[in-house]
């Protein structure tokens, strides 16, 4: 069955950088021939849309939160999300979701996607 695998969450202190990475399990296809997009959650809260990118990497969307600190590219068949700047508020488990529907952009609804990874742990701290 195929995997999403996440990638390079950590412990940061507030103004730092992060990269989260998401590969699929062996079927790259997955990955590469899909949209794909990041969501979160953080504790007692509901999972949000993050960023996402079409299948060519040529349109990207990101939520109000992140805007202009954070960006999701494609490279190697993979889909990295570069955090910067960031914020007490970020700290939350972040997912990589795939659409492997004909959708060619990303939707901001956690129901269009059918491929989720396990989740990355990012927290900033003060």
């Known amino acids: 069955q195929v995997r999403l695998v996440e990638s390079g969450g950590g412990l940061v202190q507030a103004g730092e950088s992060l990269r989260l990475s998401c590969a699929d399990s062996?079927?790259?296809?997955?990955?590469?021939?899909?949209?794909v997009a990041w969501f979160r959650q953080a504790p007692g809260k509901a999972r949000e849309f993050v960023a996402g990118?079409?299948?060519?990497?040529?349109t990207t969307d990101y939520s109000d939160y992140v805007k202009g600190r954070f960006a999701i590219v494609r490279a190697e068949g993979t889909v990295i999300l570069q955090m910067n700047r960031l914020k007490p508020e970020d700290t939350a488990v972040y997912y990589c979701a795939a659409d492997v529907s004909l959708r060619i952009t990303p939707a901001r609804d956690r129901g269009a996607y059918g491929y989720w990874g396990q989740g990355a742990q990012v927290t900033v701290s003060e």
């Open positions: 990118i079409d299948r060519k990497g040529t």
């Open positions: 062996g079927r790259t296809f997955t990955v590469a021939g899909s949209v």
